[in-house]
């Protein structure tokens, strides 16, 4: 299983970016996948999950700013970052695996991970 993402960059606060997360080698459509981040000196973090049912889950810290989705047809997943600000600066890595409804979101696969940096 392949993960590779992209979409990261420089932005100021308030803007946006969408990153993309390309997947090869897995059933995608019945994976649950999400987005996970790691700020410099900090432990990596869920940032949002979507699991096959299109169900999600986001951190307090991006409600209402940032939006996981998935394109089952392109095996991608997406997550649209608004109003973003320094503290969301990270290295975001991309995921798939499976979801128990007992015990949530146990992520498998990871991707590379992208940098996305948050300054004026």
């Known amino acids: 299983v392949q993960l590779q993402a992209s979409g990261g960059g420089l932005v100021q606060p308030g803007g946006s970016l969408r990153l993309s997360c390309a997947a090869s080698?897995?059933?995608?459509?019945?994976?649950?996948v999400g987005w996970y981040r790691q700020a410099p000196g900090k432990q990596r973090e869920l940032v949002a999950f979507m699991t096959s049912g299109r169900g999600t889950t986001y951190a307090d810290s991006v409600k209402a700013r940032f939006t996981i989705s998935r394109d089952n047809a392109k095996n991608t997943v997406y997550l649209q970052m608004n109003s973003l600000k320094p503290e969301d600066t990270a290295i975001y890595y991309c995921?798939?695996?499976?979801?128990?409804?007992?015990?949530?979101?146990?992520?498998?696969?990871w991707g590379q991970g992208t940098q996305v940096t948050v300054s004026s």
């Open positions: 995921n798939q695996g499976p979801y128990y409804t007992s015990g949530g979101y146990y992520p498998r696969y």
């Open positions: 080698g897995s059933i995608f459509i019945t994976n649950t």
